[in-house]
């Protein structure tokens, strides 16, 4: 089964610091993607990755940055957080077979919070 | 950007009944999916359901798709208190090569025992 982990569950931090949130996938896929989650408005897509060190801006990238160094780890980094970059952060993965996108698998999420 | 839409946006019913969550979306797809969140979690796939494809089952779960009116639903059949979660439709948006999958807002079922 493939697996996608994340570095922490839960993670408080205070506004203005740097923040680095870790994602890990075992199996070996091309792409990797962070999303956050908010009540009323679902996943949105911050950045994703389609190989090592190529990053796309998804829908809000703006207060991210993403780092690929290695195939298997995608990082979400807030430079400098502010208290609306509270929120449950989702990592996924996604083995694309002939240019089709198929399933995403997520990990567990981590909870952030901002104070 | 294209949106998937989960219509309800939550639904109570009893145990051992049918649940039934629509999905609409907006442009052409290649596929459409559906996933399942706990609360707390993250997103576990559930099925894909092909743009050439009008029906699947995997097990409890039943997926329709019309691209003429660009709609989705899943049912759940015999629901079980552990079926209690949101669920998640999302697509592709038809573009080949496009890695990309967008997420309606979910609906959130409630399995009353």
């Known amino acids: 089964d493939v697996k996608v982990t994340q570095s922490s569950r839960y993670l408080v931090k205070r506004t203005g610091e740097k923040v680095f949130l870790e994602c890990v996938q075992d199996?070996?896929?091309?792409?990797m993607f962070w999303y956050r989650q908010d009540p009323g408005l679902g996943l949105r897509l911050i950045y994703f990755?389609?190989?090592?060190?190529?990053?796309e801006k998804g829908d809000i990238p703006e207060g991210y940055s993403v780092s690929r160094e290695k195939k298997e780890r995608f990082s979400l980094i807030l430079e400098s957080a502010s208290t609306n970059q509270t929120s449950m952060y989702l990592c996924?993965?996604?083995?694309?077979?002939?240019?089709?996108?198929?399933?995403?698998?997520f990990g567990p999420g981590t909870r952030l919070l901002v104070l | 950007s294209q949106q998937g839409e989960e219509d309800p946006q939550a639904l109570s019913i009893q145990e051992g009944e049918n649940a039934t969550m629509n999905c609409s979306y907006k442009?052409?797809?290649?596929?459409l999916q559906w996933y399942r969140q706990n609360s707390g979690r993250g997103l576990v796939h559930l099925i894909l359901?092909?743009?050439?494809?009008r029906e699947k089952h995997s097990g409890r779960l039943r997926v329709t798709l019309d691209t003429s009116k660009k709609s989705s639903s899943l049912l759940i059949t015999a629901s079980r208190a552990a079926d209690t979660a949101s669920y998640f439709c999302?697509?592709?948006?038809?573009?080949?090569?496009?890695?990309?999958?967008?997420f309606g807002q979910g609906t959130r079922l409630t399995i009353n025992p």
């Open positions: 996924a993965s996604l083995l694309s077979t002939g240019g089709r996108v198929e399933t995403q698998y």
């Open positions: 199996m070996d896929h091309e792409n």
């Open positions: 990755s389609y190989d090592v060190k190529m990053k």
């Open positions: 442009t052409s797809i290649n596929n």
């Open positions: 359901i092909r743009s050439n494809e």
């Open positions: 999302a697509t592709d948006g038809g573009i080949q090569g496009a890695q990309k999958l967008v």
